[in-house]
């Protein structure tokens, strides 16, 4: 798709809700953002750099915990606490990938996992409760939209959201378009012609691992100023892998792919709980295996096979 | 002391069981590559068909034989269904059937057999404690168990034709074929006996731990661990790291940093193994060819 054509992507989805979404449907949209950022931090590191994370929740929980504090104890408005995560993020990512990265994906795989199941119990840790707020979580007020604007909080919310969604995706595409990005998958690829070039392995493993964690961790905050509360058993093993899930499904070293997983992550259990009241996840466990075999790549696979065929691609005459 | 030595027996009682499931990930990850995130979801699941049979009235052993089979079956028939027609598609869809394979068994049996906890029967007698009080009954009883399975597994891989084959099949599967061994078959096999071996944990750790749906999501982070520190390319350091692991995970829960912070030991010792000794106690250190 050409760069006009993604522009009126971008204002279509940003006018499209306002005008006619409801406030549940908005709520639902904003997710789709929020997971979609999340899923891409993932897919740099799993899908273009080929490693293995299983704890992506422990990010985006990092992310949201410092938002709802720095805005619960220390009135730091909603937006200014968007880069503190981010960095803080970011430290933590490159302190976890450290010992981790210079080793096999199974073992980051491992690790991260861990970490995904411990999130939780540190969350609820007593000796931190007088920030975290212990069992209960934090509650958040939603932001008023600025400069008196004629919209409602949920709009503001969404808006706001889409449009660090929107910068997220830029700069990740065009991370991934560049030397950086060409180094990545030249490690997932062939690690050992990659050192041999002059990477530096380890070090790009872990700044990938790094600015993985700061998009999830910046996810984590928009999804914190969505919900308006934060709770340690939100963030457990089943946040992480609804994230993986998001990832397969969408298609691994795709921009487009993490939109695809984050529409499946947040529509399909809703669908799954419709079919079956008495086991919606195994109908969603059908449902993904399906997907897997239907599109073994994710749907980023399928959208590459259908772009020739699509108008904007056809040749002319 | 008395309360150390408790804590080490008992440590050792529920290291067996995790030594049993870090074992059957170890089987799968050396066969395939790959690590079996539903492994915890399909012993929980046998272990509620073997609750079934008993409270269909049949006896305790008849009940586990029959549990053992049916897992086997069950194991078999995932890698041929599932697994099978995926070998040659990314690692990640075969990691997403995982994954989905984990929310199947969870929600069914949850719809079929309830979220609510049940206690489930130990064959080992409610008796008195055993050794001088640090043993329960049950405990010492599992960890018999656990000891006897895993000879048993040691000795089929070492010993006989078949567990040769298997061996090979995993090794090198190109070469293996060649000479004339069914590659697919033994992966089948392979799988089937790692779905076994798990439902053997899940029967003998749903006694202590009481049977709901979610019971395995713990035992298998410990496994996990387990299976690194005594080094995931080696089933004989798998097991003892799966040992080592309960007894650090009990001595630490009661004296270090206490129970609710108990699952981030896991953490704890998989970043230590990975910083200190990243092939694990008893690992063979891998180089690869260039």
Known sequence: MSRTGIIIACILMAAVPYFFASGYQLFQLT???????????????????????????????????????????????????????????AGFGFLIGLPALRLGGLYLALTTFALAVAVPQLLKYR???????????????????????????????????????????????????????????????????????????????????????????????????????????????????????????GGGASIVGPIFGAIFVEFIP????EISKAAPGAVYGVLLIALMFLAPGGCASLVRKAAPYMPWNRKTG | MDGVLHQVFSGIASGGIYASIALALVMIFTATHHVNFAQGEMAMFSTYIALTLIEAGVPYWGAFAITIVFAMVVGTIVQKILMEPLMNAPVLASVGVFIGLLFIFNSVAGWIFTYTLKPFPTPFGEGGPLLGGFFSRHELGSTAITVVVLFSVWAFFRFTSLGLAMRAAAFNPVSSRLVGVPVATMLALGWGLASGIGAIAGMMVAPIVFLDPNMMGGVLLY????????????????VLGGFLVGIIENLGGAYIVGTELKLSLALIIIVAVLTLKPAGLFGKVLASRV
Request: aromatic share 10%; glycine share 12%.
């Open chain 1, 31 to 89: 997710l789709v953002v929020t997971y979609a950022v999340a899923i891409l931090g993932l897919n740099l590191v799993t899908g273009y750099n080929g490693q293995v994370s299983l704890g992506h929740g422990a990010f985006y929980a990092v992310g949201a915990y410092t938002t709802a504090i720095l805005m619960d104890k220390f009135d730091v408005p909603y937006w200014a606490t968007l880069p503190i995560s981010a960095a803080v993020c």
């Open chain 1, 127 to 249: 000796l931190f409760e007088d920030y975290t707020g212990g069992v209960q979580g934090i509650v958040i007020l939603k932001p008023d939209p600025p400069f008196g604007l004629p919209m409602t909080g949920d709009q503001w919310v969404f808006l706001f959201t889409l449009l660090v969604g929107i910068v997220c995706f830029v700069l990740s595409a065009n991370l991934v378009k560049g030397r950086i990005g060409r180094a990545m998958m030249a490690i997932r690829d062939q690690p050992l012609a990659a050192e041999a070039m002059g990477i530096d392995i380890a070090m790009l493993k872990t700044r990938t691992f790094a600015v993985s964690a700061l998009m999830t961790g910046i996810a984590g905050s928009l999804g914190a100023i969505a919900v308006q509360f934060v709770a340690p058993d939100a963030f457990g093993v089943p946040l992480s892998l609804t994230f993986f899930v998001g990832f397969v499904v």
């Open chain 1, 270 to 273: 809703n669908i799954a709980d």
């Open chain 2, 223 to 238: 496994a996990f661990a387990g299976a690194l520190l005594g080094g995931i390319t080696n089933p004989l350091g798998a």
